[in-house]
Antibody, heavy 120, light 108 residues
Framework: QVQLVQSGAEVKKPGSSVKVSCKAS????????ISWVRQAPGQGLEWMGR????????NYAQKFQGRVTITADKSTSTAYMELSSLRSEDTAVYYC?????????????WGQGTLVTVSS | QSALTQPRSVSGSPGQSVTISCTGT?????????VSWYQQHPGKAPKLMIY???KRPSGVPDRFSGSKSGNTASLTISGLQAEDEADYYC????????FGGGTKLTVL
């Protein structure tokens, strides 16, 4: 059984950066892809980007290009999402989610979510 | 990519059926059979309900079904139950992923 466990809630100042982690257990981390999806308060889901850890290759939604960096540490089965130049509109719950590259085009396991609050 | 279009809300009485639509373009919904649907209860992470347009993961009741015609996908929930009350999101893969805006299902 795959489990994705995310780091805890963060409060950040505008202009700063935040780094959220997603630790995977169960399955084979190197066979996964991990995406990051965010949800602003009362809003819908928004895909931000994805990494294939075994390749170390990440791709990002155009909206977040240049501001988000997704990385992965195979030794600890952990993916990270760093968002910079934070503004109030980035206040959201950030989820990690798994898919299997080239095998499945949907997210079958999700982390519990990490609330990031951007406030001065 | 623009978000897929879903109705803001739908409702039905217990035992009835409801259908939630999800409209995209020929570049996403219409171009790939990779539409998925997620259920989200308040304060919880999304849960996969349908994948590849019409397939159900193990453990999802067969009251949930999916279909697609052209650029519009649909999720149908039959025999509505109180626990089905939640937000539902469609999602399409098209080189990357795009979600719908979400539909709030109210069980009357």
């Amino acid at each position: 059984q795959v489990q994705l466990v995310q780091s805890g809630a963060e409060v950040k100042k505008p202009g700063s950066s935040v780094k959220v982690s997603c630790k995977a257990s169960g399955g084979t981390f190197s066979s996964y892809a991990i995406s990051w999806v965010r949800q602003a308060p009362g809003q819908g889901l928004e895909w931000m980007g994805r990494i294939i850890p075994i390749l170390g290759i990440a791709n990002y939604a155009q909206k977040f290009q240049g501001r988000v960096t997704i990385t992965a540490d195979k030794s600890t089965s952990t993916a990270y999402m760093e968002l910079s130049s934070l503004r109030s509109e980035d206040t959201a719950v950030y989820y990690c989610a798994r898919d299997l590259p080239e095998l499945q085009f949907y997210f079958d396991y999700w982390g519990q979510g990490t609330l990031v609050t951007v406030s001065s | 990519q623009s978000a897929l279009t879903q109705p803001r809300s739908v409702s039905g009485s217990p035992g009835q059926s409801v259908t939630i639509s999800c409209t995209g373009t020929s570049s996403d919904v219409g171009g790939y059979n990779y539409v998925s649907w997620y259920q989200q209860h308040p304060g919880k992470a999304p849960k996969l309900m349908i994948y590849d347009v019409s397939k159900r993961p193990s453990g999802v009741p067969d009251r949930f079904s999916g279909s697609k015609s052209g650029n519009t996908a649909s999720l149908t929930i039959s025999g509505l139950q109180a626990e089905d009350e939640a937000d539902y999101y469609c999602c399409s893969y098209a080189g990357s992923w795009v979600f719908g805006g979400g539909t709030k299902l109210t069980v009357l």
